[in-house]
């Protein structure tokens, strides 16, 4: 503590800024190094607890904010003037420089972006898109050999978007520590980010169902709790959404990831949490044919044997901060995206050592994360890109009933003579400008407002732990 001006002494939560410390540190490492805070003039949109800029490993300059996270109790102080009030002090081995900034709501202001994450996302929702127009009808569209296998492994879509899902989780958890209720908080945000649009397609799905899922009030249920990935059966782990059965893999990470994360705090223990999930897919894989009637099935689509790839992005998390000081990090990161044709040819073409050849798919993809953190390539990050990874949610679960609808327009295309690359690339297109639109409808009116809204309830209900300001 430290007597200041009015003889007011300000009391200071070290867990609040440790935590703020960590999260700024690792904000400064993915976004090329440069500070997010500095002294005086807070970036825009954003506004931590405190912001600041670390000169070393124990020096840094604070900016301590007014109103919901502070509380001044004295009435005859209702709020310093901006910039009036500063000092200078060490305390639990910080030397701190504090100065009173203006009164600002944390609840909506919003985090910031990492556009080289959205492209990614917008690749995944691509790639899935691009798979599905060649697959999903029937007969499929036959494309040439040379071609076909980048079109057919578009299903690698789905786990890049687990990698790059949990790499992004790790990087929104710091900002739960300044909260009282902080598992409550990331639990609402996450269900408001998935739950409204999913439920919309449920809805979608009782009027035009063309998988023929079982719709009962049992299998909604299953669906709307969320718990539908451990109960096998069609319309159950399958979901009665199109391609929802990813969403039933990502609501269990995501009731599971506090304890993960709070276990791993760096890349070695990441590393161990990898090696117990493969050994916990493995013993599910040899004991579910005594549970199920069709353990294949089951396996496949369960977060048992999807978890490893989650931890590969956990991995990434942790390794783009240890490289993205080095001096020759653009020669790593050119070097980590290189090695992803590598690995993709090695992956679909025989059998690789060590773990199933299915989980160095999760080492392919966290190779991109890094790599595109440490060194963005204009063809994969642009505003285009970019802007599709924010809308990929909406994109993924909107587009294979869109495709459904374009199968009497596919069935021409097939029979209308020409070329089959020429063909596919057409029913490409026409699906794409379809999905894209309809996607990027729904999530201005739907999927963002209410994320926006359910942030709101969440910081409400989640409460902001205080830093105190009292008088002598």
């Not at 200078?88 to 990492?114: C, E, M, Q």
């Not at 890049?160 to 899902?165: C, D, E, I, T, Y």
């Not at 599910?284 to 044919?289: D, E, G, R, V, Y």
Request: proline share 7%; charged share 15%; hydrophobic share 50%.
């Amino acid at each position: 503590m430290q007597e200041i001006a009015n003889e007011a002494i300000i009391e200071i939560d070290f867990m609040v800024l440790d935590a703020t410390r960590r999260r700024v540190a690792q904000e400064r490492a993915f976004a090329g190094g440069q500070s997010k805070a500095c002294f005086g003039q807070p970036p825009h949109n954003y506004v931590p607890a405190i912001a600041f800029e670390s000169a070393s490993d124990c020096t840094i300059r604070v900016i301590v904010q007014i109103g919901k996270l502070i509380h001044m109790s004295a009435p005859s102080h209702p709020k310093p003037p901006t910039c009036c009030v500063s000092s200078a002090f060490s305390i639990g081995g910080y030397h701190l420089n504090l100065r009173w900034t203006d009164t600002v709501d944390t609840t909506t202001t919003k985090p910031i972006r990492y556009p080289y994450l959205n492209a990614l996302r917008g690749l995944a929702a691509l790639w899935v898109v691009v798979v599905h127009v060649a697959m999903m009808p029937q007969p499929r569209m036959e494309l040439p050999d040379w071609f076909d296998i980048y079109v057919t492994k578009g299903v690698m879509g789905v786990e890049l978007f687990f990698v790059v899902s949990a790499f992004s989780l790790c990087l929104s958890m710091p900002r739960h520590a300044g909260e009282e209720r902080p598992q409550l908080g990331f639990a609402l945000r996450r269900f408001f980010r998935i739950a409204p649009l999913f439920y919309l397609m449920i809805i979608v799905t009782g009027f035009f169902n063309p998988a023929d899922f079982a719709y009962n009030w049992k299998s909604i249920a299953a669906n709307m709790l969320f718990i539908f990935n451990f109960i096998p059966g069609h319309g159950y782990q399958t979901s009665v959404v199109l391609a929802g059965w990813t969403i039933g893999v990502e609501m269990v990470f995501y009731l599971i990831f506090p304890f993960i994360y709070a276990r791993t705090r760096n890349i070695w223990l990441s590393i161990v949490a990898l090696c117990l999930s493969l050994v916990v897919a493995k013993v599910f894989s040899m004991t579910i044919a005594h549970f199920v009637a069709d353990p294949g099935t089951y396996s496949l689509l369960s977060i048992f044997y999807r978890a490893p790839i989650f931890m590969f992005g956990l991995i990434a998390f942790y390794a783009t901060p240890l490289l993205k000081d080095r001096p020759d990090k653009k020669y790593i990161g050119a070097a980590l995206l290189a090695s992803v044709p590598v690995l993709f040819y090695a992956v679909t073409s025989g059998p690789l050592p060590f773990i199933d050849q299915y989980y160095w798919e999760g080492l392919m993809f966290a190779c991109l994360v890094v790599g595109l953190g440490l060194c963005p390539i204009r063809p994969l990050v642009n505003p285009l890109i970019a802007w599709i990874g924010e809308i990929s949610y909406s994109v993924y679960l909107v587009h294979s009933p869109i495709i459904v609808l374009l199968f009497p327009l596919y069935k021409e295309i097939q029979a209308s003579g020409m070329s089959r690359l020429a063909g596919y690339f057409i029913a490409l297109g026409i699906t794409l400008l379809c999905v894209i639109s309809v996607a990027a409808l729904t999530y201005k009116w739907i999927e963002n407002p209410i994320n926006e809204w359910g942030k709101r309830v969440a910081a409400s209900l989640a409460g902001r732990k205080q830093m105190a300001l009292v008088t002598a």
